[in-house]
């Protein structure tokens, strides 16, 4: 991987005068998203590297949220970021209507990670709207209303994408039509009194099917699931789930979206997570793929659909009624072909992949037998939650009071975390080294110690 620059992570190259002036302004003019406004307290970013981030008093702090699970390729990749240079020298905007060589390329990259059937991109700001279109386009390519969904899921923040969300979120933004909602598999928290994965799947298979059954098979146009529900706490589906659902949606005439907007393009070591299902399972495919994040980090807004040859095909001759004034903007284009092809060249996938395997997973398991708050371990790649629970054996969630003071812990200790719910989730960088996860490991070990102890 390339070799970074250490004087880069000079955090002293910052005046804290400077971080008064961020948090001033940030609390007086900066609306936030998801919260009541009085008490936010925002951390102040002033630089990054990699897997580390720093703030303006010289604090330094891996990074094990990637953000928002988005950094995979890690902070201020030189690569990337000679692109978007070179490309803002080049040319910074383009009509979507127009051709334009870096998206061409982009599209190219992309559709060579999906494989087959695969044949376009159509480019969007970010997952959310990624989400609405390809929900779209599989009501006009279907002729149906409905979108079944996850309740344990996320799919965006805007009008139908947020309807197709499971979770609270869902709920104050209800008014979109057609979309219902089941229970996808999730052993360790039941909705089907399994006791084994293989129960797991077969009931949750059962359930789906009864659903569409009872809704009307003729008036589901699409199934859209995450490939690793990833904000819902990283629920790694259990062997033959993703095939299984694909075969239901294949015998009702259901066209099949996988959102990899948290999954892809690295996040679980692989390209797209569902490729990791399918390969073994019958070498299944989706209809449609959404993706943002990971495709370039984030290092400017970018997502999309990638479609099938026969969605696109159906294109041909009927008007797609949809688009974006940024589709395929040309800094996020380029951000996203030297994004790819670092991953490439780099074998960023690859370390994420056997991160995974060779360190997070015995690592965390240790440390879940090290302490019964941790009730679950769960993930794969660079993509794991820690279940916490007040008691192992009734598997209550701990509270918020207890997550707040697990933050609070691991910051002082010089590691940025992720929580959600009574979830930790551990998800650094795909670059992350074997060096940083053992750091990381201990902070975690001493923090949990430190919560126990009170
Ligand atoms: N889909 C999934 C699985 C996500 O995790 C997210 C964001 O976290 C989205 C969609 C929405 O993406 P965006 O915030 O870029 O609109």
Redesign the pocket.
């Known amino acids: 991987m390339t070799i970074l620059d250490p004087s880069l992570l000079d955090a002293a190259a910052f005046d804290p005068a400077d971080g008064a002036v961020a948090y001033e302004l940030d609390r007086s003019h900066v609306f936030h998203s998801w919260s009541a406004q009085g008490a936010l307290k925002p951390f102040v970013m002033a630089g990054g590297l990699a897997s580390t981030i720093w703030d303006y008093t010289g604090n330094r702090y891996l990074d094990f949220s990637s953000q928002?699970v988005n950094m995979n390729i890690g902070h201020q990749h030189p690569k990337v970021i000679d692109a978007i240079k070179a490309q803002a020298d080049l040319l910074t905007m383009v009509a979507p209507a127009h051709a334009n060589l870096a998206r061409g390329q982009a599209a190219k990259r992309i559709l060579a990670k999906a494989g087959r059937p695969f044949s376009k991109v159509f480019f969007t700001n970010?997952?959310?709207d990624a989400?609405e279109n390809a929900m779209r386009m599989a009501r006009l390519v279907t002729g149906r209303d409905k979108i079944l969904s996850q309740y344990r899921s996320?799919?965006?923040?805007t009008g139908a994408a947020v309807v197709a969300t499971g979770d609270w979120r869902r709920v104050p933004n209800e008014f979109s039509r057609g979309h219902v909602h089941f229970f996808g598999p999730f052993l360790y928290r039941s909705e089907f009194w399994a006791t084994s994965p293989e129960q797991e799947c077969e009931r949750a298979l059962h359930h789906l099917e009864r659903v569409i059954v009872s809704e009307g098979q003729a008036s589901i146009a699409a199934i859209i699931l995450?490939g690793v529900p990833?904000?819902a706490g990283v629920l790694v589906p259990p062997p033959g789930y993703l095939a299984g659902v694909r075969d239901l949606a294949d015998k009702y005439g259901i066209l099949l979206i996988m959102?990899e907007?948290?999954s892809g393009f690295g996040r679980t070591g692989e390209w797209f997570a569902w490729q990791g299902f399918s390969a073994g399972e019958g070498d299944w495919t989706p209809d449609l793929i959404t993706f943002?994040?990971g495709v370039n980090s984030g290092y400017v807004p970018a997502?999309g659909v990638v479609i099938s040859e026969s969605i696109a095909n159906a294109f041909e001759t009927q008007v797609f009624p949809g688009g974006l004034t940024y589709s395929g903007h040309p800094l996020a284009m380029a951000s996203i072909v030297a994004a790819l092809d670092t991953m490439d060249e780099e074998g960023i996938i690859d370390n994420a992949r056997v991160i995974g395997t060779d360190h997070l997973a015995p690592g965390l398991a240790q440390l879940a037998a090290k302490h019964p708050m941790i009730g679950e371990v769960r993930g794969l790649g660079v993509f794991w939650a820690l279940d916490l629970v007040d008691d192992p054996e009734t598997r209550d969630p701990v509270s918020g009071a207890v997550i707040a003071q697990l933050k609070a812990e691991l910051m002082s200790r010089g590691l940025f975390p992720f929580s959600a719910d009574n979830r930790i989730h551990v998800v650094p960088p795909c670059v992350v080294t074997p060096d940083e996860v053992a750091r990381a490991l201990a902070i975690y070990d001493e923090a949990f110690t430190a919560v126990e102890l009170g």
């Open positions: 928002l970010g997952g959310a989400n996320y799919h965006g923040n995450e990833g904000t959102d907007v948290m943002a994040k997502g």
